[in-house]
């Protein structure tokens, strides 16, 4: 069936450290994908998305690449913050499905 | 950020009583969601509404009901609280559906001693 796996955590980097967390996905068909964040004591919010292969997602800093050949959609920062922090999640929804599927989600802490 | 109101934010019940949860929107969103999140877990889907009275189960369903009786709510209900039934619960909605990111309120943060 349709997955979603993502790398276990916690990762902890220093303020300005590159960020790769990688995200693998299982599923038939063509799934838009997305990047969720989640900062302590809150909702999820939709950082990026990307919907076809090969499409970049960005927002405030952080990318992923949808590639179709890999099943993968990592996402990367160059430099991070603090206020970074958070846990994130790889999430991808299904061809012609209403649901999403989430990773297990990734604590990310950047300590100054 | 989007017009999503869950209540009450956080709950403190016993094994066995009934409990409601509300989520409220004001985007007209077609679509809504009741989601549990635990530990190590992510997010798991309890229920789904495509529409007034039309609702359908998620992939962790059992022991929850829910309604939307109107576009703007939609209601979770315990009919008799369990201790794994403590966890967050999470209201989203979007409006189309279909490979669409769906946007998600703050969150209840339910305890059942």
């Known amino acids: 069936g349709d997955s979603v796996t993502q790398m276990e955590g916690p990762v902890t980097l220093s303020e300005e450290a590159f960020l790769t967390i990688n995200c693998t996905y299982t599923a038939t068909g063509y799934p838009s994908l997305f990047w969720y964040v989640q900062y302590p004591g809150e909702g999820l919010q939709l950082l990026l998305k990307?919907?076809?292969?090969?499409d970049k997602g960005s927002n405030k800093g952080f990318e992923a690449t949808y590639r179709k050949e890999t099943t993968s959609f990592h996402l990367e920062k160059g430099s991070v913050q603090v206020s970074d922090s958070a846990v994130y999640f790889c999430?991808?929804?299904?061809?012609?499905?209403?649901?999403?599927?989430f990773g297990k989600g990734t604590k990310l802490s950047v300590i100054p | 950020d989007a017009g999503i109101t869950q209540s009450p934010r956080h709950k403190v019940t016993e094994t066995g009583t009934p409990v409601t949860l509300r989520c409220h929107q004001t985007?007209?969103?077609?679509?809504m969601y009741w989601y549990r999140q635990d530990p190590g877990h992510g997010l798991r889907l309890i229920h789904y509404?495509?529409?007034?009275?039309?609702?359908d189960k998620g992939e962790v369903s059992d022991g929850y009901s829910v309604s939307r009786s109107k576009t703007e709510d939609f209601l979770l209900t315990l009919e008799s609280a369990t201790s794994s039934q403590t966890s967050v619960y999470f209201c989203?909605?979007?409006?189309?559906?279909?490979?669409?990111?769906?946007?998600f309120g703050d969150g209840t943060r339910l305890s059942i001693l």
């Open positions: 999430v991808f929804s299904g061809a012609g499905s209403y649901q999403l599927t």
């Open positions: 990307a919907t076809k292969a090969d």
């Open positions: 509404s495509y529409g007034v009275k039309d609702t």
């Open positions: 985007e007209n969103h077609r679509y």
């Open positions: 989203a909605i979007s409006n189309t559906g279909d490979n669409q990111p769906q946007h």
